[in-house]
């Protein structure tokens, strides 16, 4: 079954330094989200992704973060400065449908440690 | 604020146990609803979806009242293996972003 992978598995940074998580979602999938779940606290969405181009993103979504898909196959999501508080689970999804009842796909997440 | 509540639980059953969860959500005009279960440090995985005549996928039974803004899930003759969060996810937006709840626990025991 095809599935969306995320490396690294676990990224440790110092505070104030870019991070760069990347995605492989699946090849025929056309939305592409990522969300976080900070540890014990639920997951959250930050911005979906189509067509090249943002689609949505929420209040956690600041000039801090941005997105990218730079070869047709990864998808990637940038912290500018990395502050503390950014340490969470960081998932990112796909799915051939926006609608519907068509299923997001999750891939096993990076986790973040900002030290 | 669009949000979607849950008993957080932790829902502590026998092997063989009915267990019921419910769930409800603020935005009446919310159109696709999911029931994902997470492991401990793991991704959210698709359970089933919840169509609104009702739908059961083997052990699992999903409900969705649109009046009530409610869902369900009834899981029968528990196993040890179903021992996770379950996360009940409303899909928002025009773009079709997910809104979680915080998730019930559920341990099946011996």
């Known amino acids: 079954e095809p599935e969306v992978t995320q490396t690294p598995s676990h990224q440790v940074t110092q505070m104030g330094q870019e991070v760069i998580l990347r995605c492989v979602p699946i090849s025929n999938h056309l939305y592409f989200y990522w969300y976080r779940q900070i540890l014990g606290q639920k997951v959250e969405f930050l911005v979906s992704f189509y067509n090249n181009e943002i689609s949505e993103k929420s209040e956690i979504f600041d000039d801090q973060f941005s997105v990218e898909r730079p070869d047709g196959s990864n998808f990637t999501l940038k912290i500018r400065s990395t502050k503390l508080e950014d340490s969470a689970m960081y998932f990112c999804?796909?799915?051939?449908?926006?609608?519907?009842?068509?299923?997001?796909?999750f891939g096993d997440g990076t986790r973040l440690s900002i030290l | 604020r669009k949000e979607v509540e849950q008993d957080p639980g932790p829902f502590n059953v026998p092997e063989g146990a009915t267990v019921a969860f419910n769930c409800t959500y603020s935005n009446s005009a919310s159109q696709s609803f999911f029931w994902y279960r997470q492991d401990c440090r793991k991704e959210p995985k698709l359970l089933m979806s919840v169509y609104s005549s009702g739908n059961e996928d083997g052990r699992f039974t999903a409900q969705l009242n649109r009046a009530s803004q409610y869902i369900s899930l009834l899981i029968r003759d528990s196993k040890l293996s179903d021992s996770a969060t379950y996360l009940c996810?409303?899909?928002?937006?025009?773009?079709?972003?997910?809104?979680f709840g915080k998730g019930t626990k559920l341990s099946v025991k011996p």
């Open positions: 996810v409303v899909r928002e937006g025009s773009q079709g972003n997910l809104i």
């Open positions: 999804a796909s799915a051939d449908d926006r609608a519907g009842n068509q299923p997001q796909h």
